[in-house]
């Protein structure tokens, strides 16, 4: 998996966890969620997924998406030379200041599931 497809996945996992917790238990949807939060999870760079649990254990997203020209997590103005990288397509770019993974585009399940079609599991 190069970083990239492994970035989409865990932007991806940022938005099912979202969802399913907005979703609690025994509602409709919530296992088919958790079943594709497992499988992402299995197939995750140990690197990118240890970074996205530290986060979560302090309650923030791993992934975001770009608030105007700033970085939907902390806010702080992003660098032109990352704006520049980010409209290239399927970027990604670290903030600087808090570590969060931002980008231009919504996430790969949260297209999927605009677009009404079977989200296609990322394979191993
Ligand atoms: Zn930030």
């Known amino acids: 998996m190069d970083t990239i497809e492994g970035l989409k996945h865990l932007h991806s996992l940022n938005w099912l966890e979202r969802q399913a917790a907005m979703h609690p238990e025994g509602k409709r949807g919530h296992k088919a969620m958790q079943s594709r939060i ?15 649990d530290r986060l979560a254990h302090q ?15 902390c806010h702080l103005r992003l660098p032109a030379g990352m704006l520049q990288e980010l409209r290239l397509a399927g970027h990604y770019v670290l903030c600087p200041q808090c570590g969060i993974f931002v980008t231009l585009q919504a996430s790969p399940a949260e297209v999927a599931e605009l677009e009404k079609v079977p989200a296609i599991l990322p394979t191993a």
């Open 38 to 52: 497992t499988h992402l999870r299995s197939v995750l760079p140990v690197a990118l997924l240890s970074h996205h």
């Open 59 to 73: 309650k923030r997203p791993s992934v975001v998406r770009i608030s105007t020209q700033s970085c939907g997590g």
